[in-house]
């Protein structure tokens, strides 16, 4: 009986070992942690610096709607193709209006905020 436990420990002991053994750190992934976009860490700014001259509270230069907080600027994704607005090339269609068109890289920042499922923060 001894015997067949310390058998049974010995199986043990080399199962782990095995499974835990890397000898080379090429096969180790390396993990990028990319942060979601939110309203709070990326969007608000973006819609500050280029929307709100037209967009406020009250609204200037007839924008139809205010783009100053979370919901409203949400429901300009949902209901009123703010992302096809910011993303067109047809100047008469693209916001901010007039032009000129924003850095693809701001328009993929909402693009990706959409993306992630609209977050706040
Ligand atoms: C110079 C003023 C001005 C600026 C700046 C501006 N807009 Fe507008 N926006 C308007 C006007 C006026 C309209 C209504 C006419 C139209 O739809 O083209 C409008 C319409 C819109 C609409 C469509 C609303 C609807 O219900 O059809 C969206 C979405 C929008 N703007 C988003 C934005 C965003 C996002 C920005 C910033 C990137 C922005 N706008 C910057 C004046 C502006």
Same mark, same amino acid.
């Given at each position: ?18 499974? #835990? ?6 096969? =180790? $992934?390396?993990?990028?942690?990319? !942060? @979601?976009? &939110? ?11 280029? #929307? ?6 009250? =609204? $200037?230069?007839?924008?139809?709607? !205010? @783009?100053? &907080? ?52």
């Amino acid at each position: 009986m001894r015997i067949h436990l310390f058998k049974i420990l010995v199986i043990c002991l080399v199962l782990t070992n095995i499974s #835990c053994e890397n000898d080379s750190e090429s096969d =180790l $992934v390396d993990v990028t942690i990319v !942060p @979601l976009v &939110t309203y709070e860490n990326s969007v608000k700014t973006i819609i500050d610096d280029n #929307c709100t001259t037209c967009h406020n509270d009250p =609204l $200037v230069n007839f924008a139809p709607m !205010p @783009l100053l &907080t979370f919901d409203q600027v949400k429901e300009a994704v949902d209901n009123r193709g703010l992302i096809n607005r910011v993303s067109s090339e047809d100047i008469s269609f693209l916001m901010p209006f007039g032009g000129p068109r924003l850095p693809q890289s701001t328009i993929d920042v909402i693009i990706q905020w959409n993306t992630d499922g609209l977050l706040e923060q």
